[in-house]
Structure formats: C-alpha cells, structure tokens
C-alpha cells in the first residue's frame, strides 16, 4: 500500500449525533442536504444531513471544519471526500419535502479549497474528491489545478459529443478511475439492468420504465462494442456477464490516471447493491452481505477460491 489507508469523509452527520449536538452553532437545522435529479437518480436525493452554515464557518473562522479535517487525516494517506462539490454549493432542501423542492446554497469555494490543501499538505496526504452528478463548470479544472484528484467512472465518461464512451487514453491523469462505486449497482447489475428493474420496484424512475430499460441496453451494447473494437475481449465471450466484466477491468489498465479503483463486489460477481442514495427504510443500505452471483456468501478468507476474484487480480497485475 504505497498510498497507505484511503480514508472516507461524509457530506454530513447525523441530526440526533453527538456532532449533530455539539455544532448547532454552525449547523443548518430543519434543512437536510441532497442533491437535484440528475440521469442517474432521477427523483433526486435527500441525505438526512444538516449542512454547513457559510455565514457561520466564516464567521468561526472555519475552526469547526478545519478540526474535522485534521481528525480525519490524521492517520491518512489518502482522503476520498464524499461530494466534494460541496466545497462551492450545497443542494438544501427543506425537511419534510422532497429533493426538488431544494434550492443551491453557496460556499467560499476559495476557503473551503485553500483549508483542505493545506491540511492535507500537512498531513502528506492525497486528495480524492468525489466530483460526479451537477458539477458546476469549471469545478473539475479548478480543483486539479489545486493539486486534488477527481473521481472518474467508466460509465459516465464521454466524448465530446456527450453520447461516445470516452477513450481511455484521454481520461483525466490527475484522477481516481474506476468501474463503479459504493453508490453505483455491481457491474454485473449495470450489465444486465437488473439496477433499472431495482428502482422501478422502489419508485425512484421518472420515466417510463420501457425507456430506461432501452438506455441500459443500448449503454451495454455502447460499452461491448468499444472492448470488441479495442480487442479487449473474445467476440464468442461479448454475451458472457463475467468476461464482459474482465474485459471493462483490462479497459480500466489503459486509463492513465494516477489512482484505480476496483469494486471487491465487481471482483466476486455480486449483483446487489450496497447501498442506494436517497433511500433509508426503502432498501438494507450497509447491511447487505457479500456475495457471488449465485448469491452464495463470500468470506474474506475465501476470496481466493473465487474464479471472479482471481482473473480480475490477474487482470490488474499486469502492466499498463
């Protein structure tokens, strides 16, 4: 581990937490933070969290952000940060209505920066910021030229016509790339749109259900075709879930950012979620088990029994 621990940092808190008591001064209560609609969530998302007060940080001289960052990378050697568009603007939404009723609430994104570059220089830290959903322009470009890695995922990467998967030679340097995420379906999921019939179940499409299953279909058929031109996968394997997974993974090795990431769930053929933004009771977010696509538990000790597991190790091994 030359990076040493990748820590993670929340948007927010819980209201009823010790924090959530012990910051009131700086908190914004009866508002909980989200985010609009957007492709994926299309209903939008509403987190439970207060969010920071601008007002208030700036006139504590930000003491209450600067400690939570202190804490957090103090036995870090990378910090990935949840939402980190929120350094410029926040989605705020009124408790008690729903995530588009929210409106943009803005931050001193030059504070805000300029106190996370320089605590995590303190640390000798890496930056990962989590800059995916409505970015606001210009964000990503600010951001690296501060010296902070974004996150890129596979799926949402584009070429210039906004429709082409991108070329993974011109994906970003100063990123973390990977497949998929914590807030994204396994992508033996996203292959087969099982996520598409997930959310249908629990209400979370604002369109036909007909079209999304078409867009998840025509995204598979977009992705097979770039692993097929590029000779990343056997053309007698293309309808083959697990050699299509492989196959994005030896994609993922042409990428020339300076961070990977891969899913364990990816690397054991898991298919369910762990967890779906913007539910709560809807659905067992973090208390899913892991396991195979059969749905058999994998233990950690065991990972090495699992066919997945094994070639998608093989796969990263080699050189890029």
Do not use: C
């Not at 939008?44 to 990378?73: C, I, K």
């Not at 600010?142 to 011109?170: C, H, M, Q």
């Not at 000779?231 to 030896?250: F, N, W």
């Amino acid at each position: 581990m030359a990076v040493g621990l990748v820590k993670d940092l929340a948007v927010g808190v819980h209201p009823n937490g010790a924090d959530g008591w012990s910051r009131q001064g700086v908190l914004a209560p009866g508002i909980e933070v989200g985010a609009p609609p957007d492709y994926f969530n299309q209903v939008g998302q509403s987190w439970s969290q207060p969010p920071w007060r601008p007002d208030a940080l700036a006139e504590t001289g930000y003491s209450a952000y600067r400690s939570m960052l202190r804490a957090v990378l103090a036995s870090a050697g990378a910090l990935r940060m949840d939402h980190i568009l929120g350094l410029t603007r926040l989605w705020w939404i009124p408790q008690g209505m729903g995530p588009a009723a929210g409106t943009y609430v803005t931050y001193d994104q030059e504070a805000m920066v300029s106190i996370l570059v320089l605590e995590a220089q303190r640390a000798g830290a890496v930056v990962i910021g989590e800059d995916l959903g409505v970015i606001p322009p210009g964000l990503r470009e600010y951001l690296g030229s501060r010296g902070l890695l974004g996150n890129s995922i596979v799926w949402f990467e584009k070429a210039e016509d906004g429709t082409s998967l991108l070329e993974p030679e011109r994906y970003r340097r100063l990123a973390m790339t990977a497949i998929t995420s914590h807030d994204l379906p396994p992508t033996a999921a996203y292959l087969t749109g099982e996520h598409i019939n997930q959310r249908e179940q629990m209400g979370l499409l604002d369109t036909p259900p007909a079209q999304a299953k078409d867009a998840a279909r025509h995204e598979r058929a977009q992705m097979v075709e770039l692993l097929l031109d590029r000779g990343l996968i056997d053309p007698a394997h293309q309808d083959d879930v697990t050699e299509v997974v492989k196959a994005m993974h030896r994609l993922l090795r042409q990428v020339p950012s300076v961070m990977l990431g891969v899913s364990l769930a990816d690397m054991v053929g898991e298919r369910r979620t762990q967890n779906l933004p913007g539910t709560d009771r809807e659905y067992p977010n973090w208390s899913v088990p892991l396991a195979d696509a059969e749905g058999q538990p994998v233990l950690i000790e065991d990972l090495d029994l699992n066919p997945v597991f094994r070639g998608i190790t093989e796969v990263m091994r080699g050189s890029r």
